[in-house]
């Protein structure tokens, strides 16, 4: 089990930027795969990026390729989404979700792959 808690958002005008963190408990951070995920008013929550537990591997959704970078740093059990060129449709709540990395493939972009999810940070970008 892990408790995941995210900081970092806030008011950003559109092709600024803005960095996430998702702070974890526990003292097994490295054997977590950790993602992204993002809802909007009125939206279905959607995939926005992933990393594997040693931060090996990373994968993002079309929308933010370029812009976006997630990264981890597992001495301080902590995971980032640095946000660039923020645009307006960018807005939503961003929350951090790990679940159990055995090492084998996954669906790394479904949250039914997540077990944990932090309570949501809220971005705004304004245009």
């Known amino acids: 089990q892990v408790q995941l808690v995210e900081s970092g958002g806030g008011l950003v005008q559109a092709g600024g930027s803005l960095s996430l963190s998702c702070a974890a408990s526990?003292?097994?951070?490295?054997?977590?795969?950790m993602g992204w995920f993002r809802q909007a008013p009125g939206k279905d929550r959607e995939f926005v990026a992933a990393?594997?537990?040693?931060?090996?591997?990373?994968g993002y959704a079309d929308s933010v390729k370029g812009r976006f970078t997630i990264s981890r740093d597992n001495a301080k059990n902590t995971a980032y989404l640095q946000m660039n060129s923020l645009k307006p449709e960018d807005t939503a709540v961003y929350y951090c979700?790990?679940?159990?990395?055995?090492?084998?493939?996954?669906?790394?972009?479904?949250?039914?792959?997540?077990?944990?999810w932090g309570q949501g940070t809220q971005v705004t970008v304004s245009s």
């Open positions: 990393i594997s537990g040693s931060g090996a591997s990373t």
């Open positions: 979700a790990a679940r159990i990395d055995y090492g084998l493939a996954y669906r790394y972009r479904s949250l039914s792959e997540y077990a944990y």
């Open positions: 526990g003292r097994t951070f490295s054997s977590y795969a």
